[in-house]
């Protein structure tokens, strides 16, 4: 088993290597908009004194560690595999011994996180100059506890998308479901703003949705700004949708296989 | 009177980068790059009167798609002149383009999705056709090659045949008085190809329209051209008469044999064995035109033949052959 | 006007092409409703913290992203699906024959794919525009209006010929080719009011992508606030980068046919 993995990366990772160009160009692509909120909120912060208890360099040090959980919890999983369902592509794959996806393209998605890792530190390193964040609130310890639940976070977001892609195997159009599932994201993740300042209904909805364990919950969590309680409840939060998110790939793939055969394609 | 297309020394040499491997290579060729001279097309001489019918042969990358881009005016060449209807293609100059056509047997113009009534329509605006002209234009290809039932379905759901006839009309719309036609008929199946030919005859007929074309089909060639103009390794090694072309080259044919216990027979006492055929069944001979009734007869005479097929050589083969040696 | 004649029939060709994708289409205008909303929801969390945003108020915000709504409906609309268009063609040679084509060659180029339907995001744009404007209880003349006009024709001009440039450069390098999402990506950066980033940034969307210049400069126009000088300026701007552009689009073709070099 160790030594599939091993093979799978060093094919995955040559072939990410080939297309470093454009991973570049992805990059810069998904830097923008953190950076333009993060320039919004501290203007506003700036001209205000604070927003809610919020300071200019709250939240320069909350979209900086955004950059880095949103890189660490994200996948691309669609653009990488729905289209080996659209045109048939499967099949071959569908035929080798191991599990398509939870193979080749998870071990593909970390080979690009790897990448576009190593091209961020640099942009990491120039924006902090630029910002000159104060992070004093930050512990090793809490960058530690920290850890755990981000991968299970990229494993929940990771299955959750793999299952919107397996809806390939019915509907042609994916992509408009997931530019949905994106917006869900954007509202219930904390990626525009702190959640503590979306309105008191988004909050409330997003305590129980799985998008804050992507992006708010860990960097609250570093930055330490959560009581013990809190952090407790979302390695709880964590465990459930975790489940959830394994039992519901495993449903929509095995019935999309199914399908995929009887069709024939 | 004035030739339709007159070549003058029209050469193009193309510079390739030359790439070691590795990223030290890179490095170093990003700012010192090293180029290598390819030359496509040397010195080639030759004019076409109006109304010809002329086949360019010469195997891949022996520089006849890179001197039909060329004539159509895609390429500058690096030197020499050539002159078309009395213009020089490079400069693009609408009236010439508005005059001519370039088809690509492996290139679409027509789009994917709609139908190719559409992309019609869509042509004869940027050909500027009026509307009486056009409609009559249309009727006339459609007689020829039947276009109607293939127009209102996307593209998409054509075969390979039925787009290829919808290729060639777009390319016709505007009535262009020179053609040029990169490999018109390749992927098509034996009938195709034969409508495609029928075609293109009947259309230089009727319009007395000048004809260059390249193909890998013998046939396509011998149906259509009465002259034949050979480009290898870029240069003009023949021009003329296809009847002449058959007395310059022995003529060939291949004959191929599928028996018992194949190969503990020798067959290189009936002619030249040839190797690599696409058909690894049957074993193939080489032999010459007027011995083939001859060999075939001893052929069937002597072996435990159970399938026997007579084919002319690939036309690359001929070529090598000829010129090569 | 043979133009007019070429654009009717593009346009033909395009709606049938929409029309074969029916379904498509409507979930396409759903989500672009969903994304309005979501736009609308942000600026509404933005001003229930803060009374303005760079000395902006929420009616000039809506406004703004009205403007914003104009350039990206531009993007969509023309620039994504030709650009796809674009780069198959160079990849399978169709490229040929858009040059071939007696017609100019930028012009095919940058209508042979339009996505029709997003033309009503057009009226939705210039409903918040309005909307906008009068939320701020700015008073606006003929001259504001026309001045507004010009500058976010100038702005959508500079941001096209941006693009051409960059499809350009295919010419030069094959594999250049999906330079244009710095375009896209930088494009978010024009919802809110440049003077809200800080310098660096608000230096690159000013100068080197200038998004601004399609977005802030035209609505400062409206509202008054930039001279003639200034107008003046921009204008040319718009001028001159759309000579520019048709003039790296030429270099690229030559170049593409081997004449350079």
Redesign the interface.
Known sequence: MFLIFKRLWQVNWAEQWQYR??LL??L??????P??YL??WT??AN??GD??GFTANDFVTYYMVLLICDQVTSNIIIHTFAYKIQDGSLSGELIKPIHPMLTNALVNNVAFKVLTMIGLTPIWVILFF??QPDFSGVTFINILIAIPPMLFAFLIGFLFSASITALAFWTT?IY?IH??YF?LI??FSGQ??PLT???KVIQDIAQYLPFQLMLYYPIQLILGKLSQAQIIQGYVMTGIWLSVSILLFNWVWREGVKRYSAVGA | MTPTIKVNQLSKTYQVPEREGGFGAAVRGFFNRKYKDVKAVQQVDFKIEQGEVVGFLGPNGAGKTTTLKMLSGLLHPTSGTADVLGFTPWELKTEYLRSMTLVMGQRNRLSWDIPAADSFLLNQAIYRIPDDEYKETYKELDELLELEPLMKKPVRNLSLGERMKCEIAVGLLHRPKVLFLDEPTIGLDITGQARIREFLQEYNKRTGATIILTSHYMADVTALCERIIIIHHGQLKYDGGINDLSKKIAPFKLIGVLMENADEHDLSKYGEVVENMEDADKKFIQVKADEVTRITSRLLADLPIRDITIADPPIEDVIEQAFNA | MHILKLLSAFLKVNIQMSLAYR??TV??IL?NL??LA?ELL?LN??F???Q???GWGLGELIALLGVFRLINTMMIAFIWPNTEKFNQSIRDGSMDYTILQPANSMFLVTFSRITVWRFWDLILAVVLIVIGINMSGDSINALQILTFILLALSGMVVIYSLWIVLIALTFWFT??D??V??L???L??G??PAT???V??RIIVTFIIPIAVATTIPLQALRGELGLNQVLIFLFVGIASFVIATQVWKTGLKRYSGASS
Do not use: C, H
């Open positions: 160009a454009n160009m992805y810069l692509y998904w830097l923008v908009s950076i333009i320039a919004v203007s506003i001209a205000n927003v809610k630029l910002f159009r408009s530019e949905f917006a954007l509202l525009f703003v300042l979306m309105p | 379904a498509d979930v396409n989500l969903m994304w979501w942000s969390i933005i229930s913290n803060t303005t945003l760079g594999k250049f999906n330079n999402t710095i896209q990506a930088l978010d950066a919802r809110y809200v980033y800080p660096w940034l």
